[in-house]
Protein backbone atom coordinates (compact mmCIF):
# COMPACT_ATOMS: atom_id res chain seq x y z
CA UNK A 1 0.00 0.00 0.00
CA UNK A 2 2.55 2.56 0.54
CA UNK A 3 4.55 1.98 -2.81
CA UNK A 4 0.42 2.46 -4.37
CA UNK A 5 0.29 5.97 -1.99
CA UNK A 6 3.64 6.93 -2.83
CA UNK A 7 2.86 6.20 -6.99
CA UNK A 8 -0.87 8.02 -6.70
CA UNK A 9 0.90 11.09 -5.15
CA UNK A 10 4.05 11.49 -7.82
CA UNK A 11 1.34 11.02 -10.27
CA UNK A 12 -0.85 14.16 -8.54
CA UNK A 13 2.20 15.86 -8.29
CA UNK A 14 2.74 16.11 -12.01
CA UNK A 15 -0.93 16.92 -13.20
CA UNK A 16 -1.38 19.33 -10.43
CA UNK A 17 2.37 20.94 -11.62
CA UNK A 18 0.76 20.93 -15.33
CA UNK A 19 -2.76 22.38 -14.65
CA UNK A 20 -1.65 24.69 -11.55
CA UNK A 21 -4.68 26.83 -12.23
CA UNK A 22 -7.43 24.74 -12.18
CA UNK A 23 -8.47 22.36 -9.53
CA UNK A 24 -7.97 18.80 -9.63
CA UNK A 25 -10.18 16.26 -8.57
CA UNK A 26 -9.08 12.73 -7.09
CA UNK A 27 -12.45 10.74 -8.01
CA UNK A 28 -11.91 7.21 -7.70
CA UNK A 29 -8.70 5.04 -6.53
CA UNK A 30 -7.07 6.04 -9.69
CA UNK A 31 -8.80 8.20 -11.24
CA UNK A 32 -8.50 12.37 -10.94
CA UNK A 33 -10.58 15.12 -12.98
CA UNK A 34 -9.07 18.62 -13.67
CA UNK A 35 -11.58 20.98 -14.18
CA UNK A 36 -9.89 23.68 -16.52
CA UNK A 37 -10.11 27.01 -16.03
CA UNK A 38 -8.86 31.03 -17.11
CA UNK A 39 -5.25 30.43 -19.12
CA UNK A 40 -5.28 26.05 -18.08
CA UNK A 41 -8.54 26.21 -19.99
CA UNK A 42 -7.04 28.53 -22.81
CA UNK A 43 -3.83 26.88 -23.08
CA UNK A 44 -6.01 23.24 -22.71
CA UNK A 45 -4.12 21.68 -25.58
CA UNK A 46 -0.30 22.45 -24.69
CA UNK A 47 -0.72 21.55 -21.16
CA UNK A 48 -2.02 18.14 -22.33
CA UNK A 49 1.10 17.84 -24.65
CA UNK A 50 3.26 19.04 -21.41
CA UNK A 51 1.05 16.31 -18.90
CA UNK A 52 2.06 13.05 -21.74
CA UNK A 53 5.52 14.33 -21.82
CA UNK A 54 5.86 14.51 -18.55
CA UNK A 55 4.73 11.07 -17.95
CA UNK A 56 6.52 9.68 -20.84
CA UNK A 57 9.18 10.97 -19.40
CA UNK A 58 8.54 9.70 -15.91
CA UNK A 59 7.84 6.43 -17.30
CA UNK A 60 11.04 5.53 -19.69
CA UNK A 61 13.08 6.64 -16.47
CA UNK A 62 14.84 2.57 -15.82
CA UNK A 63 16.58 3.86 -13.06
CA UNK A 64 13.95 4.63 -11.00
CA UNK A 65 11.73 2.46 -8.21
CA UNK A 66 8.81 0.79 -10.10
CA UNK A 67 6.38 3.25 -8.27
CA UNK A 68 8.32 6.50 -9.62
CA UNK A 69 7.21 4.49 -13.20
CA UNK A 70 4.76 6.78 -13.35
CA UNK A 71 2.17 6.73 -16.37
CA UNK A 72 -1.35 8.21 -16.99
CA UNK A 73 -3.94 8.01 -19.63
CA UNK A 74 -5.67 11.16 -19.90
CA UNK A 75 -8.60 11.94 -21.78
CA UNK A 76 -9.72 15.54 -22.71
CA UNK A 77 -13.41 17.04 -23.14
CA UNK A 78 -15.54 20.11 -22.75
CA UNK A 79 -18.50 20.76 -21.03
CA UNK A 80 -21.39 22.04 -23.31
CA UNK A 81 -23.35 24.27 -22.17
CA UNK A 82 -26.87 22.98 -22.92
CA UNK A 83 -26.29 20.18 -20.90
CA UNK A 84 -27.81 19.80 -17.47
CA UNK A 85 -25.06 17.93 -15.96
CA UNK A 86 -21.24 17.40 -16.23
CA UNK A 87 -21.92 14.10 -17.31
CA UNK A 88 -21.69 13.82 -20.76
CA UNK A 89 -18.31 15.46 -20.82
CA UNK A 90 -16.75 13.12 -18.26
CA UNK A 91 -18.57 10.34 -20.75
CA UNK A 92 -16.39 11.87 -23.38
CA UNK A 93 -13.27 12.05 -21.39
CA UNK A 94 -13.71 8.68 -20.34
CA UNK A 95 -14.03 7.58 -23.97
CA UNK A 96 -11.02 10.06 -24.67
CA UNK A 97 -8.84 8.42 -21.97
CA UNK A 98 -9.82 4.75 -22.64
CA UNK A 99 -8.55 5.29 -26.51
CA UNK A 100 -5.41 6.64 -25.04
CA UNK A 101 -5.24 3.30 -22.84
CA UNK A 102 -5.53 1.11 -25.73
CA UNK A 103 -3.03 2.87 -28.17
CA UNK A 104 -0.36 2.82 -24.86
CA UNK A 105 -1.17 -1.03 -24.70
CA UNK A 106 -0.81 -1.37 -28.16
CA UNK A 107 2.48 0.02 -28.23
CA UNK A 108 3.75 -1.34 -24.63
CA UNK A 109 1.68 -4.20 -23.73
CA UNK A 110 0.21 -2.82 -20.82
CA UNK A 111 -2.73 -0.32 -19.55
CA UNK A 112 -1.78 3.39 -18.30
CA UNK A 113 -1.96 3.19 -14.67
CA UNK A 114 -4.33 6.18 -13.63
CA UNK A 115 -6.47 8.23 -15.31
CA UNK A 116 -7.27 11.83 -15.61
CA UNK A 117 -10.09 13.21 -17.45
CA UNK A 118 -9.56 17.17 -18.20
Known sequence: HDAGD?????????ICE???HS???RIGG????AVLQNSDFTNRAD???QLNEAFEKAFEQKNLDAWEHY??????SECDPREASLEPALRRADKAMYE?????QM?????????IKI
Do not use: N, Q
Not at 6 to 14: A, E, F, P, S, T
Not at 100 to 104: I, N
Open 18 to 20: TFK
Open 47 to 49: LLD
Open 30 to 33: DEFV
Open 6 to 14: KYLRGCCKI
Open 107 to 115: EHGSYRKDS
Open 71 to 76: SVAAGL
Open 23 to 25: PVF
Open 100 to 104: VKHAF
